[in-house]
């Protein structure tokens, strides 16, 4: 079949080089651009840009930094021969998009051994867990005050009907960074949520061991005053006057650490409020335990999660199993790398059983995991029912436990599943795959990110970028449009107000990091796990 070069280009070209080095242009500049950004990156690695506190990089680490460097320039020399000849190289296109899986699964093999081996493995681990440990302190305090009778609190409930679970999970994270920032002890009230009399702690234990009451003449809305004993956070998230604590930001006083730790600080950030809040009562924990011993739930396994009925056409586009099924495809391919694989497991859960129906028929070679009664109770008609809480907690856990996670940002639960996830991982930000938007918060949170370097528009739908300019990012653009996986995501450039496409490469995260109080007196305090 004959198959233009433009066809080419814009068909594996700009897809497959954005895994591979991030890049989207033209061919003119794009081999600088390949090596400019590869010897940007060489310098992290090297540690030539970085003080090595006292120590020699080891003979494996330097080793593979000087193959995956190689591993990239045979990547270009690859790309560049086929673009060049196009039909001519006698080569079809399906060859090449397979050739072009195998640079990128051997390159992203040599970059994960690096990490392995560049000798901050340790680090990475205990820094985790040191940040993890002085969060969860401050929220155990924040949560246990001395006084419940005189402490001041944030009250949160679950009574807007309009939510789903998913959604709802997050509107209790956004009160607990209001409680954070307030150092205002947070009050839950979800009694009777869900058809279930006990709400949340039906599952979890509660925020408190020792301020759970209320008073509700003491209410007051949103700020309230210094000495209001009970403010109400609004059900919508959308608190006015808005604080800086709110999404997106991440406390100031940790955050060098943070950033210096994670691939994605904010979500990391809701993780340890997610890891907090869902410790699970013991009912709960017998009951996951059982289940993931019957559903033969186990390592290595990827989580899937296809959300479909209500949600297509509002906030949704309806995605085929095979968009799912390629990064699954992909995930094994490259695991092959590392260690052998006997059984290819799918914790597979969705809001539609024909789902499960057509992953039967056609990937019989996976070993397909799921929770029957979840799928029955996620129809439309039986996600307001008191188990349904409990299906779908446990599958969020599912999800978040997996070796790699394939769903949609635009759903509230796979966020939760991804956010949860990095609570669990030093970084587990790479171990997730959205088949639409990127990661999100709601309709109402901005994300920003600031263009490292300029950027002529090459189509009608892409915007200009100048180095320096603040673009305010879009997700829920791609609710209603595919994203073509191609390196551009959608904004609106803050200096032209012009909205459009924007190569992703050229931008980094515009993170707000929000000045607080002090904590330095709650983290000297001892409290009662």
């Not at 330097?62 to 690859?78: C, F, I, T």
């Not at 539609?352 to 008609?381: G, T």
């Not at 999800?399 to 949609?408: A, E, H, P, W």
Request: net charge neutral; charged share 25%; hydrophobic share 35%.
């Amino acid at each position: 079949m004959e198959i233009p070069k433009r066809n080419i280009i814009f068909i594996f070209s700009l897809a497959t080089i954005v895994m591979l080095t991030e890049y989207q242009g033209s061919l003119s500049d794009f081999s600088n651009s390949v090596y400019a950004r590869w010897n940007e990156t060489m310098e992290t690695f090297s540690g030539r840009g970085l003080k090595c506190q006292g120590r020699d990089p080891s003979l494996e680490a330097e080793k593979l930094r000087r193959r995956v460097a190689s591993d990239v320039s045979y990547a270009w020399q690859y790309i560049r021969y086929h673009l060049t000849h196009g039909n001519s190289s006698g080569v079809n296109l399906e060859v090449v998009l397979e050739d072009l899986d195998h640079h990128f699964r051997v390159t992203s093999h040599d970059l994960a051994q690096l990490s392995e081996v560049d000798g901050l493995h340790e680090w990475r681990k205990k820094e985790a867990a040191a940040l993890s440990a002085l969060v969860q302190h401050r929220l155990r305090v924040l949560q246990n005050p001395s006084d419940c009778a005189t402490a001041k609190k944030i009250y949160c409930d679950f009574k807007n009907v309009r939510r789903g679970i998913g959604s709802h999970m997050h509107h209790l994270s956004c009160c607990f960074l209001a409680s954070y920032g307030t150092q205002r002890t947070l009050i839950l009230d979800t009694d009777n949520y869900n058809g279930n009399p006990r709400g949340l702690t039906t599952l979890f234990l509660p925020l408190s061991d020792t301020c759970t009451g209320y008073n509700s003449s003491q209410i007051v809305p949103w700020p309230g005053e210094e000495d209001s004993l009970l403010v109400q956070f609004p059900e919508w998230d959308q608190p006015d006057p808005r604080p800086s604590y709110l999404p997106w930001s991440i406390p100031k006083d940790f955050s060098k650490r943070l950033m210096r730790l994670h691939g994605d600080p904010y979500a990391w950030w809701l993780g340890q409020i997610f890891n907090y809040t869902m410790r699970m009562n013991k009912e709960f924990r017998e009951y996951f335990a059982n289940l993931t011993r019957d559903v033969g739930y186990e390592s290595p396994i990827v989580g899937v999660h296809v959300r479909r009925t209500d949600k297509l056409g509002t906030e949704a586009m309806y995605l085929h199993l095979e968009t799912y099924m390629e990064r699954v495809k992909l995930f094994y391919q490259e695991l092959a790398l590392k260690q052998t694989v006997t059984e290819q497991r799918v914790f597979l859960t969705t809001d539609d059983w024909r789902v499960i129906e057509e992953f039967k028929e056609k990937y019989p070679e996976y070993r397909l995991v799921y929770n029957q009664a979840s799928i029955q109770s996620a129809s439309p008609s039986e996600r307001t029912k008191g188990p349904n809480l409990r299906f779908l907690m446990a599958d969020v856990l599912f999800l978040s436990q997996s070796d790699y996670l394939v769903c949609g940002m635009t759903s509230n639960v796979c966020r939760l599943a991804y956010e949860l996830m990095q609570s669990i991982h030093p970084d587990a930000s790479t171990r997730a795959w959205s088949v639409d938007s990127p990661l999100l918060f709601d309709f109402y949170s901005f994300h920003y990110v600031r263009a490292r370097f300029n950027h002529t528009p090459r189509r009608s739908d892409e915007i200009e970028l100048q180095e320096g300019d603040i673009i305010q990012t879009w997700p829920f653009y791609f609710s209603n449009h595919l994203n073509l996986k191609d390196g551009f995501l959608y904004g609106t450039n803050n200096r032209t107000q012009k909205a459009g496409l924007y190569p992703a490469y050229k931008t980094i995260d515009a993170l707000n990091m929000a000045d607080i109080q002090s904590f330095e007196r709650i983290d000297k305090m001892n409290v009662r796990r």
